[in-house]
């Protein structure tokens, strides 16, 4: 009776070992992770989960980035990720452009003054006169002493023949000095707008080709880098898998 029993014994521990293949895959998955279930029903789709710390980043067109830099300063940085840089272009084109409109201006407003000053102070017509003509009325003290130096030099080609057009005659040496100094505040200012709007091209070129450095630099970080965190259960205890990866 007792070899009956120790048979069937050795048969019922055979026969568990030949299944617990069978129950550890039921249990686990292939790679010893192990699911939560409640009534056969897993609570997470999947036995592991990846976290990234923040999605997937598009690619960057360069050419895209130039243009639309060269277009508005600062926002093919913005367009790339660029943002303090985005800020620093975008800054500076307002500041620029504000100077600009400021030296146009303050230009407008001596040139009314000095033409004004004309009328009031030589008596001339400001209908029909050139820059040029102011430089002269700031320059001699009435149309006959140009004339004669004109004259004198042999150059009939810059003589005012029409002297009832052109006239100019000053009251005082004070008063065309004070002419001579607010035409060429007013012709300064004007240069300086010049010189600023240049700069303005420069920043929007110079603008442009950062943008295009920055879609480069940004690529460059996507291609060198790249990582993975994982985690999950196993038969024996829970795991947590980090991954990092860099190209060379």
């Known amino acids: 009776m007792k070899r009956i029993f120790i048979c069937l014994s050795l048969v019922l521990i055979a026969a568990a070992?030949?299944?617990?293949?069978?129950?550890?895959?039921?249990?686990?998955?292939?790679?010893?992770r192990k699911p939560f279930r409640l009534?056969?029903?897993?609570?997470?789709?999947?036995?592991a989960m990846n976290l990234d710390e923040s999605p997937a980043l598009a690619p960057v067109n360069k050419g895209k980035a130039f243009f639309m830099s060269l277009l508005l300063p600062g926002w093919g940085q913005r367009?790339?990720?660029?943002?303090?840089?985005?800020?620093?272009?975008?800054?500076?084109?307002?500041?620029?452009?504000?100077t600009y409109s400021g030296f146009r201006t303050y230009s407008a407003w001596r040139e009314d003054d000095y033409r004004n000053y004309a009328a009031s102070h030589a008596g001339v017509q400001l209908d029909g006169k050139s820059s040029s003509y102011f430089i002269d009325v700031g320059n001699f003290s009435s149309i006959y002493d140009y004339n004669e130096y004109?004259?004198?030099?042999?150059?009939?080609?810059?003589?005012y023949q029409d002297v009832e057009k052109y006239y100019w005659?000053?009251?005082s040496e004070a008063d065309r000095a004070y002419f001579d100094k607010l035409r060429i505040s007013s012709d300064t200012a004007l240069n300086r707008s010049t010189?600023?709007?240049?700069?303005?091209?420069?920043?929007?070129?110079?603008?442009?080709?950062?943008?295009?450095?920055?879609?480069h630099q940004q690529e460059k970080k996507q291609a060198l880098f790249?990582?993975?965190?994982?985690?999950?259960?196993?038969?024996?205890?829970p795991q947590v898998q980090l991954a990092l990866s860099k190209s060379f």
């Open 150 to 159: 004109k004259l004198r030099q042999r150059n009939t080609l810059d003589y």
């Open 169 to 171: 005659n000053w009251r």
């Open 195 to 215: 010189f600023v709007l240049g700069v303005i091209v420069a920043n929007h070129i110079i603008s442009a080709v950062e943008a295009v450095w920055s879609a």
């Open 79 to 98: 367009y790339v990720g660029a943002n303090r840089k985005s800020a620093a272009f975008f800054g500076v084109e307002v500041g620029l452009w504000l």
């Open 226 to 237: 790249d990582w993975d965190l994982q985690f999950g259960w196993s038969s024996s205890m």
């Open 39 to 47: 009534n056969d029903r897993p609570l997470l789709k999947h036995s």
């Open 17 to 32: 070992a030949a299944a617990e293949p069978t129950l550890h895959q039921s249990l686990f998955s292939a790679d010893g």
